[in-house]
């Protein structure tokens, strides 16, 4: 009865909100959006899980369907707001309806032609199978929702990345991934320039693990990813130079990032797109020595203190090597608290000048990789 009297006022409605869970369930509520595609009507769902919300989209019968499902088992209350009224309906244990209509200010609604949904360059329920074997995806490519935050990292990175490559017109790219882990980023890179874009993109990605390394190369075969490849590397010890066109780290631990940028600089990469993380090299050897001291006497303090040194000093280096870096927040840090991007590009040659910096290190006896590998270009 909810949903036929509900349909009779559709197009007033301006959203509806199904809560009060019967049982202890991670969704509190559903809210549900109108909207107008191709001349029919859908319903967006936003479901709030943990404080992250998650979309769907919904033809009228599967609104209903879905409404029908969520109602009867999960919720005992769905309120309506439409242009002029509130309704609100209660469900008593009995299974009777309770209607309480109220009035409101709103004026005429207008259901928009498409559904406002932020467009992400990688969408939910889009068939990227490799992100089903990487348990990013369900088999129906839904988001598992432990790897939400992943999901929304990998999106970001390509987001960034697209922002950099969308007028691209090279028929092919090399990239390399230092300490590519599973390889969720790898994977999409390679789905973004190869599958997106049909670009010839090679990309090799480096990590200590073999057993990890060994997977990913099982699965770029098993979706003939011909030219994307893993390598059981350890990034400290060098690897052989190549023309490179964009190099990638995405939380490659401690000095690991070190190694990346140094990579880079000595291939003149064009560009850098690094998350550093665990800094721990600066926070171990720094002392105390003057203005900074403030800042060493609490651990959690000197921590975050020496993990922003010691990216300001990447930063700088970076710089003096010729490239252009922008410094951002890559997600919000919920969904990461190791968040900061350096985004570099290469724009001019060399203009080495770290005396500055060196005296500042070694005021504070701080051990800096990049610093020291680069002393000597
Ligand atoms: C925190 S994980 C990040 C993995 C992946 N990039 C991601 O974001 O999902 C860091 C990875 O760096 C790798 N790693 C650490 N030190 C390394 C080294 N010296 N050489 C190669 N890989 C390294 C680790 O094995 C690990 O898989």
Not at 76 to 79: K, L, T
């Given at each position: 009865m909810i949903f036929e009297e509900i349909i009779k006022n559709l197009k007033s409605i301006k959203k509806m909100v199904v809560s009060d869970p019967k049982i202890k369930i991670a969704e509190t509520k559903l809210v549900y959006h109108p909207y107008i595609k191709k001349g029919e009507i859908y319903f967006q769902e936003e479901?709030?899980?943990?404080?992250?919300?998650?979309?769907?989209?919904y033809s009228l019968e599967e609104f209903k369907k879905r409404l029908e499902e969520e109602l009867v088992n999960y919720y005992?209350?769905?309120?309506v707001i439409e242009a002029g009224r509130t309704v609100s309906y209660f469900i008593n244990p009995n299974g009777?309806?309770?209607?309480?209509?109220?009035?409101n200010t709103l004026n005429e609604v207008k259901l928009s032609e498409h559904n406002k949904e932020k467009k992400y360059i990688l969408e939910e329920g889009e068939c990227i199978p490799a992100l089903v074997d990487l348990g990013v995806f369900t088999k129906e490519y839904k988001i598992v929702s432990s790897k939400y935050d992943k999901f929304k990292q990998i999106n970001r990175f390509i987001e960034i990345?697209?922002?950099e490559f969308k007028n691209y017109t090279n028929k092919e790219i090399t990239i390399l991934d230092f300490g590519c882990g599973k390889s969720y980023l790898t994977f999409i890179i390679y789905y973004y320039f190869a599958i997106k874009k049909g670009i010839n993109a090679k990309i090799i990605g480096y990590d200590l693990k073999e057993d990890v390394v060994e997977n990913c190369n099982r699965l770029a075969q098993k979706y003939k990813y011909d030219n994307l490849h893993f390598e059981v590397k350890d990034v400290a010890k060098g690897l052989d130079d190549q023309k490179v066109d964009m190099l990638v780290s995405l939380h490659a631990c401690d000095t690991s990032t070190d190694y990346a940028l140094y990579y880079a600089i000595k291939n003149k990469v064009p560009n850098i797109f690094s998350v550093p993380c665990c800094?721990?090299?600066?926070?171990?050897s720094i002392k105390r020595g003057g203005d900074f001291d403030l800042l060493l006497k609490d651990g959690l303090i000197k921590e975050r203190f020496s993990a922003l040194l010691t990216d300001s000093i990447r930063v700088q280096l970076l710089r003096e090597q010729g490239y252009s870096v922008d410094v951002i927040e890559f997600v919000d840090f919920e969904h990461s608290p190791k968040?900061?991007?350096l985004r570099a590009k290469k724009v001019s040659s060399a203009k080495k000048d770290s005396s500055k910096l060196g005296a500042l290190l070694s005021k504070y006896h701080v051990e800096q990789e990049l610093f020291n590998l680069t002393k000597n270009l």
């Open positions: 479901v709030v899980l943990s404080n992250k919300a998650f979309h769907n989209n005992r209350q769905i309120v009777k309806i309770k209607r309480r209509e109220e009035k990345i697209d922002d800094q721990h090299q600066v926070n171990s968040n900061i991007m």
